[in-house]
Antibody, heavy 122, light 111 residues
Framework: EVQLLESGGGLVQPGGSLRLSCAASGFTFSSYAMSWVRQAPGKGLEWVSTISVTGGTTNNADSVKGRFTLSRDNSKNTLSLQMNSLRAEDTAIYYC???????????????WGQGTKVTVSS | QSALTQPPSASGSPGQSVTISCTGTSSDVGDYNFVSWYRQHPGKAPILLIYEVSKRPSGVPDRFSGSKSGNTASLTVSGLQADDDADYYCSSYAGSNQVYVFGTGTKVTVL
């Protein structure tokens, strides 16, 4: 069964850092681009970042550029999102999502994890 | 990149059909056939219903169909069932810098 399991969420103060992880199973992880999508409380979905199959290229939403870094370890089937300089507006549920193909663009998010909650507050 | 525009709500009785619109621009929906639709129940993760405008992943019933005309995509849910009571989101590939944009979301109520 294809599965994505996020971890690492929690409460952090403004300006702080947090590292989210996503453990993938049930598919050939190294063959697909991977992404993070977030959802603020009571709000809609927002694309955050996408990483290439090798991990050599990432694309980020303007709202997180320069603060969030996406990486992957294909030997461990894991995806990581390092979040620095966190702001109150980063408060959201963060979903790990598998892209349908290996392409970073022209793609869709076909499998989603259950999400991990991040709260940025003093 | 601005969010795609969806109606806040839609409703229908069991067995009826409901259609949800998703309006973007010539830089996203209008320029690419990479529109997707997702359904999300409260407290749950989204699930993919439609990709590339009108394709259904395996396991998604043919009650769900998608189309596009110009800058507007649409999702039609036929034969409404109680389980269709949920939030629906569209998304589109938006080209430059390989970004993706989501819709504002539509709450579908099965009466």
């Amino acid at each position: 069964e294809v599965q994505l399991l996020e971890s690492g969420g929690g409460l952090v103060q403004p300006g702080g850092s947090l590292r989210l992880s996503c453990a993938a199973s049930g598919f050939t992880f190294s063959s697909y681009a991977m992404s993070w999508v977030r959802q603020a409380p009571g709000k809609g979905l927002e694309w955050v970042s996408t990483i290439s199959v090798t991990g050599g290229t990432t694309n980020n939403a303007d709202s997180v550029k320069g603060r969030f870094t996406l990486s992957r370890d294909n030997s461990k089937n894991t995806l990581s999102l390092q979040m620095n300089s966190l702001r109150a507006e980063d408060t959201a549920i963060y979903y790990c999502a598998k892209c349908r193909t290996r392409s970073m663009g022209w793609n869709t998010f076909d499998i989603w994890g259950q999400g991990t909650k991040v709260t940025v507050s003093s | 990149q601005s969010a795609l525009t969806q109606p806040p709500s839609a409703s229908g009785s069991p067995g009826q059909s409901v259609t949800i619109s998703c309006t973007g621009t010539s830089s996203d929906v209008g320029d690419y056939n990479f529109v997707s639709w997702y359904r999300q129940h409260p407290g749950k993760a989204p699930i993919l219903l439609i990709y590339e405008v009108s394709k259904r992943p395996s396991g998604v019933p043919d009650r769900f169909s998608g189309s596009k005309s110009g800058n507007t995509a649409s999702l039609t849910v036929s034969g409404l069932q109680a389980d269709d009571d949920a939030d629906y989101y569209c998304s589109s590939y938006a080209g430059s810098n390989q970004v993706y944009v989501f819709g504002t979301g539509t709450k579908v109520t099965v009466l």
